[in-house]
C-alpha cells in the first residue's frame, strides 16, 4: 500500500472530541504511520483513529436491498391481479383454449396457470395474461370481430 502520509498533510481520522469521522492535519508521523493529528473542526490535537465509516460492511447491506426489490416485483404483479380481478368481478371466466377468441379485459381460466385476465392485445394471435404470479404470452384465434 502505497500512502502519501506526511506532517502537514490532511487525512481523514476519527475525531475523538467531535465524535465522528473529519478532516484532519497529520501532526506526528511514526514510521510510515500517522501518529497524532488536529482536527481542523475542533483545532484540538489527538491521536490518529482509524474513520469509522471505513470499517462499516458495505457488501450485506447491498445484496439485502437487490433481493428485497426482487420480493417487491413478484409481490407487485399479484397485487396488480388482485386490483384487476376485483374491477372484472362481474365478467364470467371463461376457459382458456387456442381457439377460441379473446379480447381485452376478459378474464379466462388457464388449466396450469389458473385464473387470468388479458392485459394486452397482441396482433394478430397473442395474448398478455396477468396471472396472479406471473404475466404469460399466450396464443388464441384472434380477437373476435365487434
Ligand atoms: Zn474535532
Known sequence: MARTSAVASEALSYCTSCKMDLNHVIVAM??????????LTCKKEHVYRVPKGALEPQVAKASKAKKSAEETE???IEIEWEKLMSSHKDIPLKPYTTRGHFGLGDKLNHPTFGDGIVGKLIY???????????????????????
Open 124 to 146: 394478430p394471435n397473442k395474448l398478455e395474461v396477468i396471472f396472479r404470479h406471473d404475466v404469460k404470452v399466450l396464443i388464441h384465434a384472434g380477437t373476435a370481430q365487434t
Open 30 to 39: 511514526k514510521g510510515d504511520k500517522i501518529a497524532k493529528v488536529q482536527c
Open 74 to 76: 413478484s409481490h407487485s
